[in-house]
């Protein structure tokens, strides 16, 4: 079995196993990363205040890695609060939500409860199993892909 029939199998797995309830998981999911995407712009300066701190970038790539996030959030949060394009929208985050994680981990904080880094661990992990599970039934992708029903054949009277 190649690579792509592989891909495909994963993928109709994903679509004729998903529960309607994780579909409401997956939309929180995107909800929080237009919040945190919202989060970002608003505190841009203190974002590549702190990435400077610890990274010795210059400043055009630390105004393009915090621009990067920010869309990544905004963009991919909401295609994945409405299941337009869940995979790609997983992908994307997937290297950002990776790169917070190795950036919280200096933090002294890191595994008390209720810490960013927890929280941005269940975060990728959700978007790990997205990336996997697809859309469901509550979503825009999903009113899109459904084939129209065939018209009934008129009854003939004898």
């Not at 998903?18 to 990363?33: E, K, Q, S, T, Y």
């Not at 995979?87 to 595994?111: E, M, S, Y």
Request: proline letters at 4%.
């Amino acid at each position: 079995m190649n690579t792509a029939d592989r891909i495909h199998n994963l993928e109709h797995w994903g679509d004729t196993h998903h529960p309607m309830w994780l579909d409401i998981i997956r939309i929180a999911l995107g909800v929080f990363f237009l919040i945190k995407g919202v989060q970002f712009l608003n505190n841009m300066s203190a974002f590549i205040t702190e990435l400077g701190g610890t990274f010795s970038w210059n400043a055009f790539a630390l105004m393009m890695i915090s621009h990067v996030v920010v869309f990544a959030h905004l963009v991919g949060g909401l295609f994945l609060a409405l299941g337009l394009f869940t995979r790609v929208a997983c992908i994307i985050q997937i290297p950002i939500l990776i790169g917070a994680l190795l950036f919280l981990a200096n933090n002294r904080t890191a595994l008390e409860p209720y810490s960013q880094w927890v929280v941005t661990l269940v975060a990728l992990l959700l978007t790990v199993f997205f990336l996997i599970e697809g859309n469901g039934p509550l979503s825009v992708e999903r009113y899109f892909d459904e084939k129209p029903k065939a018209p009934r054949k008129p009854v003939q009277h004898t």
